[in-house]
T-cell receptor
Framework: GESVGLHLPTLSVQEGDNSIINCAYSNSASDYFIWYKQESGKGPQFIIDIRSNMDKRQGQRVTVLLNKTVKHLSLQIAATQPGDSAVYFCAENGGGGNTPLVFGKGTRLSVIA | GAVVSQHPSRVICKSGTSVKIECRSLDFQATTMFWYRQFPKKSLMLMATSNEGSKATYEQGVEKDKFLINHASLTLSTLTVTSAHPEDSSFYIC????????????FGEGSRLTVL
């Protein structure tokens, strides 16, 4: 079946550096993507989303890039802080409608102080 | 943003007993809620779609008689793990959309079930 996956399972960065987390998706019908942050023992927390009619969207310290040609999604975190340490998941809404999200495998981000 | 609340956040039970987990949308109505399951260091796996006033839709491989879902109102869905076994120990998370039915899913804080 079609799936969403991540290139890197773990990522360690120095505090203050920028972080880039990547995600590949395979469902060409997907038109909405979200990045979630999950801290230990908690539910996923929304970070930023992007629809397929856009290729870039910026939030506070975060930027999501979407490349539909190669079905690739990335999350960029500027000036990474210790509080950013968590597992990050990309998710897709395969084609629209009130359908569940399909989650990628997740990347653990560790910030080194 | 919209708030989804789960209860209990943690529960420990003996094998063979049943456990009910509640998922409430606190400031919006949800005709559809989604139940996910997450094993340690793994991603979220969809278990079922809970539909208000009708039967839930289960994903392949999920036993509907074991994981009973009831969506009796527009703000409450419950997941009951029946005759629980240690392998049912997991983190169960519910979610729902508010307003834009093609957009962001709001998640509860999750319920960690431990079956002894």
């Amino acid at each position: 079946g079609e799936s969403v996956g991540l290139h890197l399972p773990t990522l360690s960065v120095q505090e203050g550096d920028n972080s880039i987390i990547n995600c590949a998706y395979s469902n060409s019908a997907s038109d909405y993507f979200i990045w979630y942050k999950q801290e230990s023992g908690k539910g996923p927390q929304f970070i930023i989303d992007i629809r397929s009619n856009m290729d870039k969207r910026q939030g506070q310290r975060v930027t999501v890039l979407l490349n539909k040609t190669v079905k690739h999604l990335s999350l960029q975190i500027a000036a990474t802080q210790p509080g950013d340490s968590a597992v990050y998941f990309c998710a897709e809404n395969g084609g629209g409608g009130n359908t569940p999200l399909v989650f990628g495998k997740g990347t653990r981000l560790s910030v080194i102080a | 943003g919209a708030v989804v609340s789960q209860h209990p956040s943690r529960v420990i039970c003996k094998s063979g007993t049943s456990v009910k987990i509640e998922c409430r949308s606190l400031d919006f109505q949800a005709t559809t809620m989604f139940w996910y399951r997450q094993f340690p260091k793994k991603s979220l796996m969809l278990m079922a779609t809970s539909n208000e006033g009708s039967k839930a839709t289960y994903e392949q491989g999920v036993e509907k008689d074991k994981f009973l879902i009831n969506h009796a109102s527009l703000t409450l869905s419950t997941l009951t793990v029946t005759s629980a076994h240690p392998e049912d120990s997991s983190f169960y998370i519910c979610s729902a959309r508010a307003g834009d039915l093609t957009g962001e899913l709001f998640f509860g804080e999750g319920s960690r079930l431990t079956v002894l």
